[in-house]
């Protein structure tokens, strides 16, 4: 059965500081992996999606990730934290083009003034 | 615009009462989803539909009814066998495969009072 892991439950950083969030997969063929974002009380929406493309994704509000096949890794980076990124963000897998999405746990990502 | 819309946003239950959440899209996808959400938690699939009249119980289906009597829309009914309905809940839709992700309304909060 195909899983994702976020290895944080919980990230804390300064405003102006680099942001790290921690996604590992089961290793399957053909992945295919989103990071979504969501506020309180909001729905999710999706920031960036790898499909087999470019290794190296830039999605939305600065926000990249890099699939690393031989660490089955998809994590999430930004170089600089702003207030208005705190919020819940949920890695996600699917394999094969299949039609149901796998969800991690979450990251509630915090940002200190 | 194209997206999907649940209603209402808020909603206040008695307990032994039955009901209905509303998600409708535009986005003419084939395929819908409700996620229960609950705090500090990650999303688990409640039902889903590829196609219309037709469904399919997803891990926490016990105490939910769907139904699918046409492409745009996907009511979730909760009803008094659910014990502990409280919850945030989400619909997605995605098209038959899903390597664009899913597109997520805003959200339903339901509380038992």
């Known amino acids: 059965a195909q899983s994702v892991t976020q290895l944080d439950s919980h990230v804390s950083v300064s405003e102006g500081t680099p942001v790290l969030l921690r996604c590992n997969y089961s290793s399957s063929y053909s992945p295919s992996l989103f990071w979504y974002v969501q506020h309180p009380n909001k729905g999710l929406q999706l920031l960036l999606k790898?499909?087999?493309?470019?290794?190296l994704v830039k999605g939305i509000n600065g926000f990249e990730a890099e699939f690393k096949k031989s660490e089955t890794s998809f994590h999430l980076t930004k170089p600089s934290a702003h207030m208005s990124d705190a919020a819940e963000y949920f890695c996600v897998v699917t394999y094969n083009a299949g039609n149901m999405l796998t969800f991690g746990g979450g990251t509630r990502l915090m940002v200190k003034p | 615009d194209g997206g999907i819309t649940q209603s209402p946003k808020y909603l206040f239950r008695k307990e032994g009462q039955n009901v209905t959440l509303s998600c409708e899209q535009n986005l003419n996808h084939d395929a819908m989803y409700w996620y229960r959400q609950d705090p500090g938690q990650g999303l688990r699939l409640i039902y889903y539909s590829q196609i219309v009249n037709d469904f399919q119980k997803g891990d926490i289906a016990e105490g939910y009814s769907v139904s699918r009597e046409k492409k745009e829309s996907f009511p979730l009914t909760v009803t008094s066998a659910q014990k502990n309905p409280t919850a945030f809940y989400l619909c997605?839709?995605?098209?038959?495969?899903?390597?664009?992700?899913?597109?997520f309304g805003s959200g339903t909060r339901l509380t038992v009072v």
């Open positions: 790898y499909t087999s493309a470019a290794t």
């Open positions: 997605a839709s995605s098209i038959k495969t899903v390597e664009g992700g899913y597109t």
